[in-house]
């Protein structure tokens, strides 16, 4: 009997759409890797090696070898000098071929910057170290006012273009959905070279204390709400671009598989509902979607993808802006 | 034949030698031994293997006893066993080696020799440690050169192999150890060839094993023992041709020949000199110099001193010798002479043929004193004399007992083709490791022999480097500092200001400097005493903004790459193309993988320093123009600095050269007979050493005192006056109303000792008040020094002279009012934010003036004893903390001496008391039996009666004749001080209470007499460098623990509360200072042991040092450190003696170990290991709170 969840990603022969997005705490320790293909894992993007914070864990290592060294005679150094075979990228091109000695499913590496760089040493070192994929995340605060969105986006895709053009592998593009024409960004993207773009990045968000006056760092994990977004633009982007594309934030049941499927997501990326309920969560997904397509006679998930996208969905115009304004003066709760 | 070379230390070359020809490693740190142990950890945990091929066991025990016990063992055991030591280290092994040489085990321990500790202690080198060993049995086999103890590490193993006789090879500590030199190195190879396979396979089996038993160590009576040490004889006699056989077969081997007599000089020699070390080294230069002046002389280098072969070392020297002198790097008090001069008396007159030479014994280099071929000289002079001045000095001036002999310090032997450079460095800023590298570059690049050695500090912030590099076509053996450099580089302006750096600078020499003004200023701002230095000596400058291109350059303060460019440009010692090409090529290969920007930084330093570099000539910009200098016109003396201009005596005649770093001159008289000095010296220094101090806001401050009390080097004050004191207050010192009603009224201040003060900005970390317009102004503010250095001077000076608060009026549980008192404990040369000293700071506070301190070597010893300044002072009064180091290992029983000493002197005094009550007035007798002294009123009580008994005893000593009342009166005087309290405090780090002094922490414990223990925990033996201790907690890189700590940090505080009698508490002042507060007062007002373990953050730890203080609360919220108070007394009021004051754990422990590198490290190195060693370490964490929770009472029952 043959799969029923059973579908491609970026080429990839994947068991089903649930894939384990990228996050250090799921994915840093090899042991977890192995669990997580035990619950149901399809394939798993590795967390992402931040190729900017590469230089500054290498000048930290710096720092601190040469902090107080060879001034006071009987502590010429104050930590032993051992070699840092795992510091930066080469213990990212360690744990991606750990990954790869484990696991059955596809291993998706992930590099993150915000500047041209070390992009195509990177990905080439990345897929010589066995990696079946490249996810490219490019979102970065653009912080600088002297510099347009054009400029930026040049950038970037500049970067699409030089991986794509460097390595064997396929390539996703994992975005922000902070662009002026997103939709155009998303066909550059294909233009350049990518294979799927993942939608949407999500970042870590400061917060002020108003009492100590100091900024501070939460961690907050993605719900339900946050599927609205990638849900829009994966519905307006399905069957227009010659992309696979990942559902990612918010993603925690069969329920949200299927809605993201329906607009058109290849496949869906799950974090926080892992991080919330512990690997166990995936079977639990899985064994809802088995049960709704059952339940629905879906014999496979080719039947219901893209069948919500805007070009399929019975009313379009739901998925445009207009509608925001119409959801408003629908709004029938209480106003204060 | 081995070629490969390399550019090592010594105690490289030893590690790199010994590692391959052990299987087991039991080691200790101690200072300058300590590399050859990190190195053997750091292979091991690499997996690098022996010579056969496993990977050799190293382990860390508690001390070198305990190492030297499990060397033993291992060798018991039938393994090639070693260890590495020096000093205090060494002596700590002796009873064992008296074991390994009476059993014939073959194994070789390698020394890097060290003075012992007398009436002070010494990190640095000669040979008292090891001729305090020379009685146990073991073969001493001496190297003098870096080459020599890579090669003599080999060499004695091969010996003790084929004799059995254990060796000790020595050589000399940071002389040898520590300089750098080409080195051919031993392939495995040569030393297969070098060790028999059979004499390995002899040495295992004669290991214990069950399955051929036998007995050893036994107890033997009279009737036996004596002949069973004879039986001995003929491994002893057979060893020195053993050693000349290993000799000869590793000559054979390499091309490098040795003998266990080297001779070198006239073959017709009048006058020899014998002696040992890196000595021999000046020696040689200058037998080769005076030889070329025509005179028959020579030196005799031993390098087998035990078993001394007497008769082959008369026959090594000339029969021509008329006259010896002997030299030895030790002092042995009372003797009729130094060993190696009695051991060569008594060769002589068993081995000469004929009428014997005279000989003669000296001393010279002891602690590294200089030892040069000028003072070889002037040994050979005195063997010309018609009675040569006997058990002489060389190398000092002795104007007490005359024993030393006249130098001629012109004496000069220094190869001309050499090229000689001294650089002048301050802390860490690249200057040393830059030099390495260039000797490196140089000797790969020219052929060239090379040498370097580096002078270091004994401060631990703002220290001063001096790197003495050579450089030439013949082999260098100049083993002393260079006295005339071709090239001068100062590398911090400041220095032309505090001593001499042109002493060392040649006639015509160039002088580098980095200089913050532009170049047409430079000249103009270099002292008026420099200039015509300079123009005296006829030196060239060149000048370069090192600080600035490194900033722009993006390297921050590390001006290495920039001075090292501008040294390659300057010195000429090889093309600057090849130079350039080779310092590029040398960021690649440093920084390649880093990132780009790091090396494109570099690349940047290097062409912006080339165009930087600027010759600096003489301007009519000069302040003070004046006709040149001349050539023949002599150095200015130093200035005495203005501040100084009032200090005591002391001070000005002995820190004060000390500081200009010209104490070698003083004389004997200059210095206390026994190590006795004043304390308080660390007022006097002014080391202007931080770029930005604090600033304080009086408009924000909420004078919640606590910038005050983490300040670890006490220059942030705080005090309240009267407003009318403020009257005459230099312009711009700032007050505020006090806010405190206890002060109403008043004015309050704080104030920062600007030249003390080292920049670590833990104040402003700590500071909790802000300005709510503008956030980022705090209540206290870096700025930068130089501006304000003029105005704080005065500050300072008129805040001194405000009076300090009375301190019976202090409430001391409230911060904002015990960091009134005045601290005892001040400007340290402890690191820039240093962790430990807000304890000892606080201590000094709480209880200074009534405190003992006996201090365990290590960092506390260091900051707090090391000359040329201390830190403990004293008040108005005069009072202040009495402090002493014994030993790293003995502290606890050193204390506790104190104690017993104090409480007798006590019982003494009252029992002199109660003698003379019929003399006294009733209250007063009563009051001084029954005082309460458990508060400051209590206190400052007892010593008003203490007064008011020494005016009533006054009169009574006047009468004639001497009664017994009158002589009890005079006793009772000389102790009446002793009526008032004495707090003894034992203060050590978690070396010592952890390992080393554990056996005598628990035995003082168990005796439970009134002390104090202050454990300054860092979790590692910070002040050699960072080794593990058994406190360092699982999961961190160490040295020593190179893949990790796999064990939990061991509860001392558990084991302290098991005995049930003992107060303890575990603080953390960056996590909860209140509570630091409290344990401090509850524990000395305990009426028994107390133990504060306190956690420190420490440079250790690879954290930012500014935020030290958030690390502690990392540590606490994390529950990886607990705050909690265990005190006996509440089981009085039935209550559990535990209390937990750390709210449960808040902070994933996973999240507070990424934030230090030591943790980091491991997931770098060994991410498996990382990972498990966490996971068990929070398992262990949860399992030792619910624990605590349950001794607390407040936990689940079990």
């Given at each position: 009997m043959s799969n029923p969840l059973a579908t491609t990603y970026l080429g990839l022969e994947l068991s089903s759409p649930l894939v384990v997005g990228a996050a250090a705490p799921l994915s840093s320790d090899p042991a977890r890797l192995e669990q997580l293909e035990r619950e149901g894992a399809a394939a798993i993007v590795l967390h992402s090696l931040f190729l900017e914070q590469i230089e500054r864990d290498w000048q930290e290592w710096e720092h601190h070898q040469r902090h107080g060294a060879e001034s006071y005679g009987e502590a010429l150094s104050y930590l032993p000098a051992t070699e840092p075979l795992h510091l930066g990228l080469d213990g990212y091109l360690a744990e991606i071929r750990e990954a790869r000695r484990r696991l059955s499913i596809p291993v998706i590496a992930s590099l993150n910057g915000s500047h041209p760089g070390h992009w195509r040493d990177a990905a080439a070192a990345v897929a010589a170290a066995g990696a079946d994929a490249i996810e490219l995340n490019l979102y970065a605060v653009p912080s600088d006012g002297r510099r347009s969105g054009a400029e930026i986006e040049a950038e970037q895709l500049a970067v699409v273009r030089e991986v794509c053009a460097a390595v064997p592998l396929p390539v996703a593009v994992k975005l922000s959905p902070?662009?002026?024409?997103f939709g155009h960004m998303a066909r550059q993207c294909a233009e350049a070279g990518a294979a799927g773009l993942v939608l949407f990045n999500r970042f870590y968000q400061p917060d002020v204390d108003i009492e100590t006056l100091d900024t501070v760092a939460h961690l907050e994990l993605s719900s339900a709400i946050d599927q609205r977004l990638p849900l829009r633009w994966i519905g307006l982007l399905h069957g227009r671009l010659p992309l696979d594309l990942a559902a990612s934030g918010g993603i925690g049941s069969g329920a949200d598989v299927v809605r993201m499927l329906m607009v058109g997501a290849q496949i869906t990326q799950v974090v926080a509902a892992l991080l919330r309920h512990g690997p166990g969560q995936l079977r639990q997904i899985q064994a809802e979607l088995i049960g709704w397509l059952e339940q629905h006679d879906h014999a496979g998930l080719d039947e219901l993808r893209g069948c919500l996208s805007q070009a399929r969905c019975p009313d379009p115009e739901v998925f445009e802006r207009a509608q925001y304004l119409r959801a408003l003066s629908s709004y029938g709760g209480p106003l204060w | 034949m081995s070629t490969r070379q390399a550019w090592i230390d010594g105690n490289e070359a030893v590690a790199r030698v010994a590692y391959r020809l052990n299987e087991v490693m039991a080691i200790y740190p101690i200072t300058p031994a300590s590399p050859m142990g990190e190195w053997a950890d750091a292979w091991a945990s690499e997996g690098r293997p022996n010579l056969w091929g496993s990977v050799p066991a190293v382990v860390e025990m508690q001390s070198e006893a305990g190492a030297a016990g499990v060397v033993h063992g291992a060798l018991q055991a039938g393994a090639l066993t070693t260890t590495f030591t020096a000093s205090q280290g060494l002596l700590l092994m002796i009873p064992n080696l008296y074991k390994i040489a009476g059993e014939l085990t073959a194994a070789v321990i390698h020394v890097a020799s060290r003075a012992l500790a007398t009436s002070a202690l010494s990190i640095f080198g000669d040979h008292s440690d090891v001729m305090a060993a020379r009685g146990t049995g073991c073969a001493l086999l001496f190297a003098s050169s870096v080459q020599e103890a890579g090669d003599f590490a080999a060499i004695a193993t091969a010996a003790t192999l084929a004799s059995r006789v254990p060796f000790l090879h020595v050589f000399d500590g940071f002389r040898t150890s520590h300089e750098i030199q080409r080195v051919e190195l031993l392939d495995d190879a040569t030393l297969r060839q070098l060790i028999p396979a059979d004499l390995v396979a002899a040495h295992r089996a004669r290991g214990l094993s069950p399955d051929h038993p036998v007995i050893r160590g036994t107890s033997q009576n009279p009737d036996l023992c004596f002949q069973a040490r004879e039986a001995a004889n003929r491994f002893h006699d057979a060893t020195p041709q053993l050693v000349q056989q290993a000799m000869d077969r590793f000559g054979a081997l390499t091309g490098r020949h040795y003998q266990l007599f080297n001779y070198q000089g006239h073959p017709e020699a009048e006058r020899v000199l014998v002696l040992m070390g890196s000595g021999c080294g000046a020696a040689a230069e200058a037998v080769e110099a005076l030889m070329a002046r025509g005179e028959r002389v020579g030196v005799l280098k031993v390098h087998l001193y035990r078993p001394l072969a007497g008769e082959q070392l008369v026959a090594a020297l000339p029969a021509s010798t008329r006259a010896i002198a002997v030299l030895d790097r030790c002092k042995e008090p009372g003797s009729g002479g130094e060993p190696l001069y009695l051991d060569l008396v008594a060769a002589i007159a068993e081995h000469w043929p004929g009428a014997p030479p005279r000989v003669i014994g000296g001393r010279y280099g002891l602690a590294s004193k200089e030892f040069t071929p000028a003072m070889v000289k002037a040994v050979f002079d005195n063997l010309t004399a018609s009675q040569p001045r006997n058990h002489f000095s060389v190398g000092i001036h002795d104007d007490v007992t005359h024993r030393s002999l006249e130098v001629d310090p012109s004496f000069n032997t220094e190869a001309p083709e050499t090229f000689r450079a001294v650089f002048y460095g301050l802390g860490s800023d690249g200057t040393v490791g830059a030099n390495k590298n260039a000797i490196k570059i140089i000797g790969e690049g020219t052929g060239l022999h090379t040498q370097g050695y580096f002078v270091y500090d004994s401060k631990k912030s703002g220290s001063v480097t001096v790197s003495h590099l050579r450089f030439g076509p013949r082999p260098i053996r100049s083993t002393y500092l260079i006295r005339q450099a071709q090239l001068v580089a100062c590398h911090h302006w400041d220095f032309l200001e505090q001593f001499d750096l042109l002493e060392l600078a040649a006639p015509g020499a160039t002088l580098l400097l980095n200089s913050p003004w532009p170049p047409e200023q430079c000249w103009a701002q270099i002292p008026e005493r420099v200039r015509r230095q300079i123009q005296a000596k006829g030196l060239r400058v060149f000048a370069v903004n090192a600080s600035a291109i490194a900033r722009a350059s993006g390297l921050g303060r590390t001006i290495n790459t920039v001075m090292q460019v501008c040294f390659f440009a300057l010195a000429g010692v090889m093309p600057m193309p090849e130079a350039l090409a080779a310092i590029r090529a040398a960021i690649h290969h440093s920084y390649g993988k880093k990132g780009e920007r790091i090396v494109a930084s570099n690349l940047a330093a290097v062409d912006a320093a080339l165009e930087g570099l600027q010759e600096i000539t003489p301007t009519s910009a000069s302040s003070a123009p004046r006709a040149a200098a001349t050539a023949d016109e002599p150095a200015q003396p130093l200035a005495t600095p203005a501040h100084l201009e009032a200090a005591p005596a002391f001070v000005r005649g002995l820190v004060l050269p000390q500081l200009q770093r010209r104490a070698d001159a003083l004389p004997v008289s200059a210095l206390p007979c026994d190590g006795t000095f004043p304390t308080g010296t660390a007022r006097w220094e002014k080391r202007n050493i931080a770029e930005a101090i604090p600033v304080w806001e009086p408009d924000l401050c909420v004078q919640c005192g606590k910038c005050v009390m983490v300040c670890p080097h006490a220059v942030i004050r705080a005090k309240v006056a009267e407003p009318v004191a403020l009257v005459d207050a230099p312009e711009g010192f700032r007050s505020t109303a006090a806010r405190d009603p206890h002060w109403q009224g008043q004015s309050f201040t704080i104030q920062v000792a600007g030249a003390d003060c080292t920049g670590c900005s833990l104040c402003v970390e700590v500071c909790p008040a802000r300005d709510r317009r503008e956030p980022r102004r705090k209540a206290i503010n870096m700025a930068p020094q130089r501006p304000l250095r003029e105005q704080n001077r005065s500050h300072w000076d008129f805040f001194l002279s405000l009076p300090n608060p009375e301190r019976r009026g202090l409430n001391l549980h409230h911060i904002n009012q015990q960091q009134l008192q005045q601290p005892l404990f001040e400007f340290s040369g402890a690191c820039a934010g240093c962790g430990e000293t807000p304890y000892l700071k606080l201590a000094s506070q709480l209880f200074g003036d009534r405190m003992v301190v006996a201090n365990a070597t290590g960092c506390s010893s260091i900051y707090g004893g090391n000359l040329p300044t201390t830190p403990w002072s004293t008040n108005a009064e005069g009072r202040g903390p009495a402090w002493s180091n014994s030993l790293f290992e003995d502290n606890a029983e050193f204390g506790l001496g104190f104690r017993v000493a104090f409480d007798q002197r006590q019982a003494r005094a009252r029992q002199l008391l109660r003698q003379l009550a019929s003399t006294l007035p009733q209250s007063l007798v009563d009051g001084l039996l029954e005082a309460d002294q458990s508060d400051e009123a209590g206190i400052h009580e007892q010593r008003q009666r203490v007064a008011a008994l020494r005016q009533q005893l006054q009169p009574q000593l006047a009468s004639e004749p001497a009664t017994a009342s009158t002589t009890t009166a005079s006793e009772l005087l000389e102790l009446a001080d002793d009526l008032v309290k004495r707090s003894v405090w034992i203060v050590g780090g978690d070396g010592w209470a952890y390992d080393i002094g554990f056996g005598g922490i628990d035995h003082l414990f168990a005796t439970g007499h009134d002390v104090n223990l202050l454990v300054l925990d860092t979790e590692v033996y910070s002040n050699t460098g960072g080794q593990m201790s058994k406190a360092t907690p699982k999961g961190a890189v160490a040295k020593f623990a190179s893949a990790g700590k796999s064990t939990a940090k061991k509860d001392l505080g558990l084991m302290a509360m098991t005995y049930g009698h003992v107060y303890v508490a575990s603080v953390a002042m960056g996590a909860r200072d209140e509570h630091t507060l409290r344990a401090f007062l509850e524990a000395e007002s305990f009426p028994g042991p107390s133990l504060i373990l306190a956690y420190s953050h420490c440079i250790a730890h690879g954290i930012d040092m500014a935020k030290g203080m958030a690390h502690q609360k990392q540590a606490v919220d994390s529950g990886r450190w607990l705050l909690y108070r265990h005190d006996p007394r509440r089981k009085h009021q039935g209550l559990a003696p535990l209390v937990v004051d750390s709210r449960a754990p808040s902070l994933p422990l996973t999240e507070a170990m990424a934030s230090e590198n030591r943790f980091r490290m491991l997931r770098y190195s060994h991410p498996e290991q990382a990972r498990a060693l966490t996971r068990e370490a929070q398992q262990e964490l949860d399992h030792r709170w619910d624990l605590y929770q349950r001794l607390a009472g407040e936990g689940p029952t079990p």
């Open positions: 902070w662009y002026t024409s | -």
